[in-house]
């Protein structure tokens, strides 16, 4: 077993207890980018713990350039030291997906040359689409090895060549985002087409309600999002704590017996899209009651009816929904899975190969997922493999309700998202062992 790992154990199937949940990290990311192109007027408060969010922020406060005009040259910093337009420093980002799609818009309209790379994953995860919008506007950015993928040489302080361009909607809505985000730094401003079906709408809608908060006022008509060239208000930009943490209590407490569970911050009028696992868990019996400041959570007895599941507009739920079908022989049908594959790692790939140890199979037919637990058993040991992927860790993690013994790889993994996870699973029972 490797140091690093984490054998998760539960003595009953009871879970009670109030869990305070770190500032969601969509909402801080582009918090911040905000913040850093506002020039200082806007303030986040509340900021994530996460990894990622922690990366970016403090490559955001190096840059020390938000407020930097497009098409002007000039200086910023960088470590302390001053750079100038022809001076070039790296910028790695690690495995923080959504830092390399924001960054690249972002220092697309800075002074000075950047190198923007991550890790060995992230240098495999396309980034062509949203390149290709900004050369359109007239960024200069090129490939500094694979064409379509980071790492990227970025020259800033680009001439706008246009304020039209069009940008695919079933892809990423990162893509999306990143462009939404500096739309109002651009002289001419910005007139997005999204071409066909737009995934993860919840978080492009995000993005125009946080913008909109820091000043920054948007149309949206058909398909076509505009944002004018305007300036960002004196604002502060509060957090709200991660739905998308929150989900992982709301699956401990469809596979517990009993739960009674109090996350506090938690509203009923969120901006983040993964605020749906409220409504996708009253399937499994958990109510969410809303007072005292947060959410209540309580298990009660309920037969399972909904066979399809489409994770289209929150697929970072999906891992979390699918285990819990599966851990409870539920046959459930899955749509909208397709930006899985080119996540943190290929999450269908990941999915099939750790139900697998249960029995339970994941079948694909074209855009549909089926679950077939007809083989379904339960081991009295299961080996958790996470493949660096965050969300594997921990949309796994709530079988150790139903499996007497489970170890999880690389334990370490959910900093990304939620450092203080398995600290939490112990205040309401759980038993994390580390060798």
């Not at 500094?144 to 680009?158: E, M, N, R, T, Y």
């Not at 697998?356 to 694909?364: A, C, D, Q, T, Y």
């Amino acid at each position: 077993m490797s140091s690093n790992n984490i054998i998760l154990t539960k003595k009953d199937k009871t879970a009670n207890g109030t869990i305070q949940l770190t500032g969601s990290k969509s909402e801080c990311n582009r918090a911040l980018v905000i913040e850093a192109l506002s020039g200082g007027r806007v303030k986040v408060k509340n900021l994530s713990d996460a990894a990622d969010t922690v990366t970016l922020a403090g490559i955001l406060k190096e840059s020390e350039s938000g407020s930097q005009e497009v098409g002007k040259s000039g200086s910023s910093t960088a470590n302390g030291q001053l750079l100038t337009a022809s001076q070039s420093r790296t910028v790695n980002i690690g495995p923080a997906g959504t830092a390399m799609r924001f960054l690249t818009a972002y220092f697309a309209l800075q002074p000075g040359e950047v190198l923007l790379t991550g890790t060995e994953r992230m240098k495999q995860r396309p980034i062509g689409i949203l390149v290709d919008a900004l050369r359109k506007l007239g960024a200069n950015i090129t490939y500094a090895q694979k064409d379509g993928f980071p790492p990227l040489q970025i020259s800033g302080g680009f001439e706008q060549q246009t304020n039209q361009i069009g940008i695919k909607g079933d892809i990423s809505s990162q893509y999306i985002t990143a462009l939404l985000l500096i739309a109002a730094k651009l002289p001419q401003g910005l007139e997005l087409h999204i071409e066909g079906e737009l995934t993860s709408r919840p978080y492009v809608e995000m993005t125009l309600a946080m913008l909109k908060q820091a000043g920054i006022q948007h149309t949206w008509q058909g398909n076509v999002i505009s944002i004018a060239n305007q300036e960002f208000s004196e604002t502060s930009l509060p957090v709200e704590p991660d739905w998308s943490a929150a989900s992982y209590w709301y699956a401990i407490s469809a596979l517990a017996d009993e739960a009674e569970l109090f996350l506090p911050g938690l509203t009923s009028y969120s901006l983040q899209g993964d605020s749906v696992i409220t409504e996708i868990m009253a399937n499994f019996g958990i109510t969410s009651q809303f007072k005292d400041g947060g959410v209540h959570l309580k298990k009660e007895p309920k037969p399972i009816q909904r066979k399809i599941f489409d994770m289209k507009e929150c697929p970072d739920l999906a891992q979390t929904v699918i285990v819990v079908c599966a851990a409870l022989g539920h046959e459930a049908t899955f749509t909208g899975l397709e930006t899985l594959k080119i996540k943190e790692t290929d999450r269908v790939a990941a999915l099939q190969n750790e139900l697998g140890k249960m029995g339970v199979k994941l079948i694909e037919k074209g855009l549909v997922y089926k679950l077939d637990c007809s083989e379904k058993f339960i081991p009295e040991s299961m080996f958790i493999n996470t493949y660096e992927d965050h969300r594997m860790a921990m949309a796994f993690a709530p079988l150790a309700l139903v499996i007497p013994q489970l170890e999880i790889e690389d334990a370490q993994v959910v900093e990304k998202s939620y450092p203080a996870f398995w600290q939490d699973l112990e205040k309401v029972g759980f038993s994390p062992l580390t060798p």
